[in-house]
């Protein structure tokens, strides 16, 4: 599929081959991780029809929210480079912007429109997590990161956004 996009096989193995296999490795390792504790530890896949039955905190989810998107984006990187091809680390800029902002708007939106929470996300970055509900007020835990939750029927926008 490369070779009829009119990506080839560099004819030989430069600096940016060989870092291009590193990062490239380093990201399938890092997704593989994922893969794995997902499994081992949530009890269940990546695949929405079979998620994990467990909260996952550990590995390298305690590091990063998403780290099978930035497995993955280093995957890319690496292709781009080893490749030496702007068209592929095009692709890879487009890809996390894409999954960055289905992480923002679909996965964890914060209140109200997308464009509202993309400002606040810009503002405060992607886990706005509301304090403790106080009582009375409905609240629900995070699948992410485990800490309570105000639910969106109790929440108004925040001054500001």
Known sequence: MLSWSGIVRPVTIGVAQVAGVVVGAGGAALALWCIVTFAVTGRGTPAPFDPPRRLVVVGPYRLVRNPMY?????????????????????????FILVMFLFVVVYESPPWGPPWRSLRAVLRTGPALVAPTP????????????????????????????
């Open 134 to 161: 106080r009582r009375g007020q409905a609240s629900r835990r995070c699948l992410i990161c485990g800490r309570l939750q105000r639910t969106r029927a109790t929440l108004s926008a925040p001054s500001g956004l």
């Open 70 to 94: 930035v497995g993955a984006g280093l995957a890319l990187a690496g292709a781009a480079l080893f490749y030496e091809s702007w068209a592929l680390l095009a692709y890879c800029a487009v």
